[in-house]
C-alpha cells in the first residue's frame, strides 16, 4: 500500500498534514442562512485515513456538505473534481435520489478549498465508493430533518408525513412545505451518524438513471469555462524558461534582450527563470529572448531501460511478497504445463488536451489560484509550503478540467503561476506548452514484469511466479486459483518522473498476466475461455467473462491469419472486467488494426448508465494507444518525441467498433468505473495478435509506428 | 504591432497584435473568446478549429494577418440566435463529450464537414475529423453525433 501512495503521488505530496483542516467559521460565514448538515466521523473516510496516508488524519469534526436555501435551491459541496468522468452528474444523481427532490434542484460545488470539505483527491476510481454514499447519507439526514421540522410546525407525528419533489407533505390534508421554506432564516447545524438508512439501489427512481451530462449545454457552445480560459482583471500572461534536460544545471544566462521587450518583466530567482508580459504571445517572444546554457548530465534513456529498471532497487523498500502461498519452484518443477515469459511496459504520457494551466492572484496577503487539479487540497498545501502562507491564506479553485487521467496531481504550473503573479504584483496566467506537458510533467511508470506459470495437463494452475519491477502492486496477484504462488512488486528508481495514471499499474500486471494466461492455454491446447473459466471461482469474475464471450461470440470466433481473436480480464477497485477483441493483420503480415471490441462490465449497482458506457467506451480508445502505439521516447534527459506528431495517440480511424455489456448488480455497492475498464484491452488484443499470427507480443506499445533505437523491435506496425 | 478589424461571428472587432501572432491567441487572449481551444499550438490536435470563410483551419497556425479580410466564425458563432446548430444538439443529445474539451473544435469540424457534404459516409466523417483529437477516446459517440445531425439538416432542409 505503501508503495502504491508513493507512485500516485510523486513527488511525495509535500503538504498532507494536519493544518488541513478547514476553518469552521469560514464555512459558517460562506453559507450564511440555511441548513447545513455535518457528518461526525464518516465511514468512508476512516477507512481511507491512516492506512493510505501513513497516519495522517483526516478530519473529523467539520463538514458541511449540503445547504438548501430559502428558494430551494440546493448546494452540495465536495473535494472531489469533475476531469469528465461524470461525477458532477452521478453524485448530484445520488443526492437527489435521497432528498426527494428533482435532479435540476441541484448544484454542484465542487474542488473550492474555500468552500467543500477537505478532500484527498479525485484518483483511484474512490469517487463513487466513498463520496457517493457520504453525500447520500447526509442527503438521508437532511430529507429526514426536514420531515421533523415540519412535523413541528403542524405538531404532527413525523411518520405520519412523506417528502417528494422537494416538500414535504402531509397526506391527510395535502398541505405541504417546500423546502426551502422551512430552512428559511434558520441556521441549523446537525450532527449525525454515519449510519443513515438509504434507498436500496433496486428503488431508484433518479440514481441508475441516464439523466444527461450536468451543464451540458455550456460544452457544446464554448461557454464553459476550463481553467486555461479563466481571466482576471489586469491579468498578465507569464511562461517559464525550462532547461533542456532533466537534472540540469544552468551554466549561463542572459536576460537583457528580454527584459528590453515593452512591457516584459523577467523573474529570475535562482533556478527559476520565467517572464511577465501584458500578452500571451509577447510572453513566449519573451522567453525565446532569453540566451540560457545548460550542462545536462548523462542519464539513462530507452536504450537498457529495463536492465536499468531490474537492477536498480529504490532504497529500503520493503522486500515482502504481496502473495505468498504453497512452494512455486516444486510445483513449477512438476507441472505438466510451463511457460516463463518477460514483459516490457514503456513509460508513457497522460497528454490530457488541455495542458496544465494556472491563474494566480495576490489580494492583501491572500492567494488565489484557479488550476486543473485532480488534488485542490493537495495543490493548496504545495502553495502553503512554497510561499510560507497558513493554509487560510491559500484558495485553490478547480473549475471542471480539460482532463488528466491522474496527469494533474501536482501543483506545478499553480505554483509558477503564484511566482510570477506575486512578482508581477498582478494576476499572471501560465498555460503550459505541448511540448512542456509531455517533457515537464510526469509519466506512467515503465516496467518489467517476469512470469513463470505452471499447469497440470487438465489445464488446473498449480504454480504463479509474478514480479513487476517499478510499474507498481496495483492488481499484481491473480484472480485465478492458483496453490502455489509467489507474487512481488520490486520498487525500483525511476529514470523519469512518474507517478499515478488511469488504471496505472493494474493495465501492466494485467497484460502480462492475461498474455501468460493465454500461452499457457494454447500449450495446454485449451480454449483461452476455457482455460480461464476452469480456475475462476469468484462468480463476478466469471460471469463477465462469460457475458463478453456470449455477445462477442467467441465460440465461433476461430482466427485465420488475417483475423484474429482474443480475450482477457481481471478485476480492480471492485470493478470487474472481460474484453475481446477481433483484429486485422494486413496481407503482408506487417499491420495491425482492431476491428471490434466488445467489452462486459459490473462494478455494482449502475448509478447513470450512459455516463458508464461513455466511460467504458472511452477507456478502452485509450487503452488502445498504451497497447499499439503509446510511448515515450528519451535519452540523455530528453523527451524525443514531445509533440502529438511524433506521439501518437489515437485517433478516429483508430477506433473499433465498441460494444459494451453492463452487469447492472442492484444488490452491491456501487464501485468506481473509471479506470478499471481499461485494462482488459491490450491483453485482448495481444492475444488477437497470436491467434491470428502465432506471434507471441509481449511488450508494451505492441505495434508502434516506427522501430526506435532502444526499443525491441515488433514485427508489426500500427 | 499592427490594427486589426476582424469580423468575427459577424461582429467586427478591433485588436492590436502582432501580424504573425496565431489567431488563436487574438481571439483568446485579446477578444476574450475562450471557447476556441489551445491543445498543441502545432496543428496536431484539432482544438483550435475555426471557420474561416467556412472552411475549417487552425487557428493556432493562421497569423492574424491571414484572417484579417475573412469571415472568422468560432464556437461561439455557431448558435444562431440562441438555438443551437443541429451539430450542436446532436453532439449534446448523443452526450458525445466527456472532458468536453476537444468539443469546440470538434463542432467546428463538423460544421465545415456538413456543409460540404450533407450527409457523409462513414470514412469522410472519418477523414474530415482526423485531425481532431479527443483524448476522453469519446470517438463513436462523436460518430453518430455527426451522424445525426447530418439526418436533422437534412429533414429540417426538406420542411
Not at chain 1, 483475423?563 to 483484429?583: F, N, S
Request: glycine share 10%; aromatic share 6%; charged share 20%.
Amino acid at each position: 500500500m505503501k508503495l502504491l501512495v508513493s507512485a500516485l503521488l510523486d513527488p511525495p505530496a509535500p503538504g498532507i498534514h494536519a493544518g488541513s483542516q478547514i476553518d469552521r467559521r469560514d464555512f459558517l460565514r460562506v453559507l450564511a442562512g440555511g441548513l447545513l448538515i455535518c457528518l461526525r466521523e464518516p465511514s468512508a473516510w476512516a477507512q481511507e485515513s491512516g492506512r493510505a496516508f501513513g497516519g495522517h488524519e483526516l478530519p473529523k469534526d467539520i463538514s458541511a456538505w449540503l445547504h438548501i436555501a430559502a428558494d430551494g435551491q440546493i448546494k452540495v459541496f465536495t473535494g472531489k473534481v469533475e476531469v469528465g468522468q461524470n461525477i458532477r452528474t452521478s453524485l448530484a444523481q445520488q443526492v437527489a435520489e435521497e432528498l426527494h427532490v428533482p435532479f435540476d434542484a441541484i448544484t454542484m460545488v465542487m474542488g473550492d478549498t474555500d468552500l467543500v470539505p477537505w478532500d484527498m483527491g479525485t484518483f483511484g476510481s474512490r469517487t463513487t465508493p466513498t463520496m457517493g454514499p457520504q453525500l447520500r447519507t447526509m442527503a438521508a439526514a437532511a430529507r429526514r430533518m426536514l420531515i421533523e421540522m415540519a412535523a413541528q410546525r403542524w405538531n404532527l407525528d413525523p411518520a405520519t408525513l412523506t417528502a417528494a419533489d422537494g416538500e414535504v407533505i402531509d397526506p391527510k390534508t395535502t398541505r405541504s412545505f417546500t423546502y426551502g421554506a422551512l430552512t428559511r432564516g434558520e441556521k441549523l447545524v446537525k450532527v449525525v451518524s454515519a449510519d443513515e438508512a438509504l434507498a436500496p439501489a433496486a428503488n431508484w427512481k433518479i440514481a441508475g438513471t441516464a439523466v444527461p451530462k450536468a451543464e451540458g449545454r455550456d460544452f457544446v457552445t464554448g461557454k464553459h469555462q476550463y481553467p486555461s480560459d479563466i481571466t482576471r482583471p489586469e491579468m498578465q500572461f507569464g511562461a517559464v524558461l525550462r532547461a533542456d534536460g532533466f537534472n540540469a544545471t544552468l551554466a549561463s544566462i542572459d536576460t537583457a534582450a528580454a527584459e528590453k521587450l515593452p512591457g516584459v518583466k523577467v523573474v529570475h530567482d535562482g533556478d527559476f527563470i520565467g517572464v511577465v508580459a501584458p500578452d500571451a504571445f509577447g510572453a513566449q517572444r519573451a522567453l525565446e529572448a532569453i540566451q540560457a546554457k545548460w550542462t545536462v548530465p548523462p542519464q539513462p534513456g530507452n536504450q537498457g531501460l529495463f536492465e536499468y529498471l531490474k537492477n536498480n532497487p529504490e532504497a529500503g523498500q520493503d522486500d515482502h511478497p504481496q502473495h505468498a502461498a504453497g512452494s512455486v519452484p516444486e510445483a513449477f518443477a512438476s507441472a505438466d504445463v510451463k511457460l516463463e515469459q518477460l514483459y516490457e511496459i514503456a513509460y508513457i504520457a497522460h497528454a490530457p488536451l488541455e495542458p496544465r494551466a494556472a491563474v494566480a492572484e495576490w489580494n492583501s496577503g491572500k492567494l488565489t489560484v484557479w488550476t486543473g487539479t485532480q488534488r485542490p487540497f493537495g495543490v493548496r498545501d504545495e502553495l502553503v509550503q512554497a510561499f510560507h502562507l497558513s493554509p487560510d491564506q491559500v484558495r485553490v479553485i478547480q473549475p471542471d478540467m480539460g482532463s488528466g487521467y491522474g496527469g494533474k496531481h501536482t501543483g506545478d504550473a499553480a505554483i509558477e503561476a503564484a511566482r510570477l503573479a506575486k512578482a508581477a504584483g498582478k494576476p499572471v496566467k501560465v498555460v503550459w506548452t505541448r511540448s512542456e506537458e509531455f517533457t515537464w510533467a510526469y509519466f506512467r511508470p515503465a516496467g518489467l514484469i517476469e512470469i513463470r506459470a505452471g499447469a497440470r495437463r487438465d489445464g488446473t494452475l498449480v504454480a504463479w511466479e509474478h514480479h513487476n519491477y517499478n510499474s507498481g502492486p496495483a492488481a499484481i496477484g491473480t484472480p485465478y486459483n492458483v496453490a502455489n504462488q509467489l507474487i512481488q512488486f520490486h520498487a525500483t528508481k525511476s529514470p523519469l518522473r512518474q507517478g499515478s495514471y488511469r488504471g496505472l499499474a493494474s493495465t501492466a500486471n494485467h497484460f502480462a498476466r492475461e498474455s501468460h494466461m493465454d500461452g499457457m492455454a494454447h500449450a495446454a491446447a485449451i480454449d483461452p475461455l476455457e482455460f480461464r473459466l476452469k480456475n475462476i471461482t469468484d462468480p463476478r469474475l466469471r460471469a463477465v467473462f462469460e457475458a463478453a464471450a456470449e455477445k462477442f461470440d467467441w465460440s465461433r470466433s476461430k482466427a485465420t491469419p488475417a483475423l484474429g481473436y482474443g480475450i482477457g480480464g481481471g478485476l480492480d477497485k471492485g470493478g470487474y472486467v472481460a474484453t475481446c477483441a477481433e483484429v486485422e493483420i494486413d496481407s503482408a503480415g506487417k499491420r495491425v488494426r482492431i476491428r471490434r471490441v466488445v467489452q462486459a462490465w459490473d462494478c455494482g449497482a449502475v448509478i447513470n448508465p450512459d455516463g458508464l458506457r461513455n466511460q467504458l467506451s472511452g477507456a478502452i480508445v485509450m487503452g488502445i494507444g498504451g497497447a499499439l502505439f503509446e510511448r515515450i521516447l528519451f535519452a540523455d534527459g530528453r523527451i524525443l518525441n514531445p509533440h502529438f506528431a511524433e506521439y501518437r495517440v489515437p485517433r478516429f480511424s483508430d477506433t473499433p467498433q465498441i460494444e459494451i455489456v453492463l452487469i447492472d448488480r442492484k444488490d452491491l455497492p456501487s464501485a468506481g468505473a473509471g479506470e478499471t475498464g481499461l485494462v482488459g484491452l491490450a491483453p485482448a488484443v495481444g492475444n488477437a495478435i497470436f491467434s491470428a499470427t502465432g506471434t507471441r507480443l509481449v511488450n508494451l506499445p505492441m505495434a508502434p509506428q516506427a522501430h526506435s533505437p532502444g526499443e525491441s523491435d515488433s514485427p508489426l506496425r500500427s | 504591432m499592427a490594427e486589426f478589424v476582424l469580423n468575427v461571428n459577424g461582429a467586427h472587432l478591433r485588436t492590436t497584435a502582432p501580424p504573425e501572432e496565431p489567431l488563436l491567441s487574438v481571439l483568446r487572449n485579446r477578444l476574450n473568446l475562450t471557447g476556441t481551444k489551445f491543445g498543441c499550438g502545432e496543428g496536431q490536435c484539432g482544438a483550435c478549429t475555426v471557420l474561416l470563410d467556412g472552411r475549417a483551419v487552425r487557428s493556432c497556425l493562421t497569423p492574424v494577418s491571414a484572417a484579417a479580410n475573412t469571415k472568422i466564425v468560432t464556437i461561439e458563432g455557431v448558435e444562431q440566435n440562441g438555438a443551437l446548430s443541429p451539430v450542436q444538439q446532436a453532439f449534446l443529445e448523443e452526450g458525445a463529450f466527456q472532458c468536453g474539451y476537444c468539443t469546440s473544435g470538434m463542432i467546428v469540424s463538423a460544421t465545415a464537414l456538413l456543409h460540404q457534404h450533407a450527409d457523409p459516409s462513414q470514412d469522410q466523417i472519418i477523414q474530415a475529423m482526423e485531425g481532431n483529437i479527443c483524448r476522453c477516446g469519446t470517438y463513436p459517440r462523436i460518430l453518430e453525433a455527426i451522424k445525426r445531425a447530418s439526418r436533422m439538416q437534412t429533414a429540417g432542409a426538406s420542411r
